[in-house]
């Protein structure tokens, strides 16, 4: 059976990985970014291309709007890029300042606003995908559904999504919202597991401790929206990255995501994305290395997913839980 992903039924992409831009332009401090970051970013965005990554993955608050910056930057040099890729940014979450602390906010106001500044730093007219980034416990529907409405007709914003948002959450903004979500982007990984533990621990003790919504892969997945891992390499704890104080679970994961990429004569990052995207909910993994040798050594994972059997996703899932299934 071919499978097509959301967003390449809704027509907005069909890149299979999106580039996560959240490290671009230096840290989260108030230092200005350089022409080195600059020069990374662009390295970077090379890279993706490359590999046919065509998405990219952004968020006002990303390393305080200098990740938007520098991106604007790469498109300045490039102006014919901007309409051979795919830009997606997100909205809601204000960072601590002063006595003030994180926050979020689903305000009309503070929206518009929001995208505003997510255009002028990016120094584009629209936004391809536009997500509200964390759920708000303030939220009015009405409020979300004047903001997009106001962003639609503008043509600032061409599809709406949601990030680290449940089923119901999202049938409430729904109501009041006529677009239908494009994509739910939430952490999944070898590392992060409860978007699968949470399937096979119904009615069993240990899916008390299973912290993941309800049927919200099933409504995904019914809905047609499209489910973007963050975290997707699980910050390279299979690929590499020295893990000698993480639980013996997970090195033995490793050294087995290692042992298949040399079997396979692949790369273990492309076995980890492979193991997500076997998945039959077509997720989107959004990769966060910006190192551009490391982005090549996701390359293989389409191809990977495509070989991988029911057995070795089963031995990763059960080895990486590090418990048996019920
Ligand atoms: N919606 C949300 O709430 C949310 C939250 C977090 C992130 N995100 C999005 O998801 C994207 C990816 O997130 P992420 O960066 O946490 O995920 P990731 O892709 O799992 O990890 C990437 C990070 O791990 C490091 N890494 C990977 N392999 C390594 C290795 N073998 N050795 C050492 N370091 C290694 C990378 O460093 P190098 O750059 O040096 O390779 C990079 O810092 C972000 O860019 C952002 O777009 C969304």
């Given at each position: 059976m071919t499978k097509v992903m959301p967003l390449a039924k809704r027509g907005i992409s069909n890149s299979r990985l999106a580039l996560g831009c959240m490290p671009f332009g230096g840290?989260?401090?108030a230092e200005p970014f350089t022409e080195q970051h600059v020069k990374e970013a662009e390295a970077a965005v090379e890279a993706a291309l490359s590999i046919g990554i065509t998405m990219f993955d952004h968020a006002d608050?990303?390393?305080?709007?200098?990740?938007?910056?520098?991106?604007?930057?790469?498109?300045?040099?490039?102006?014919?890029?901007?309409e051979q890729i795919v830009i997606q940014s997100k909205c809601g979450i204000q960072l601590g300042e002063g006595d003030l602390p994180g926050r979020f906010n689903f305000s009309k106001e503070h929206i518009l606003h929001s995208v505003d500044g997510n255009l002028e730093r990016l120094g584009i007219d629209y936004l391809d995908v536009l997500l509200l980034h964390r759920p708000d416990p303030l939220v009015e529907p009405e409020e979300v559904a004047e903001a997009f409405a106001k962003l639609k007709s503008s043509g600032k914003v061409r599809y709406f999504g949601v990030s680290n948002m449940s089923a119901s959450q999202i049938k409430f903004l729904q109501q009041a919202i006529p677009d239908s979500f494009a994509v739910n982007q939430l952490e999944m990984s070898l590392n992060h597991l409860h978007f699968v533990d949470h399937v096979v621990h119904v009615n069993q003790q240990a899916g008390t401790e299973?912290?993941?919504a309800e049927g919200l892969m099933e409504y995904c997945r019914t809905e047609d929206i499209q489910l973007q891992a963050w975290s997707p390499l699980a910050q390279g704890k299979f690929s590499g990255r020295d893990i000698k104080d993480e639980p013996k679970h997970i090195q033995q994961t490793a050294q087995l995501v290692q042992q298949m990429a040399?079997?396979?004569?692949?790369?273990?990052?492309?076995?980890?994305?492979?193991w997500l995207m076997y998945h039959p909910a077509m997720i989107q993994p959004i990769i966060g290395t910006s190192n551009p040798e490391r982005i090549k050594a996701c390359a293989d994972a389409e191809r990977q997913a495509s070989l991988m059997t029911r057995d070795e996703w089963y031995t990763l899932y059960v080895s990486a839980r590090g418990t048996l299934l019920p």
């Open positions: 840290g989260w401090d608050i990303y390393t305080k709007g200098k990740a938007e910056q520098v991106f604007g930057r790469v498109l300045q040099a490039r102006p014919d890029l901007r299973v912290n993941f040399a079997d396979k004569e692949t790369t273990a990052e492309a076995i980890v994305l492979g």
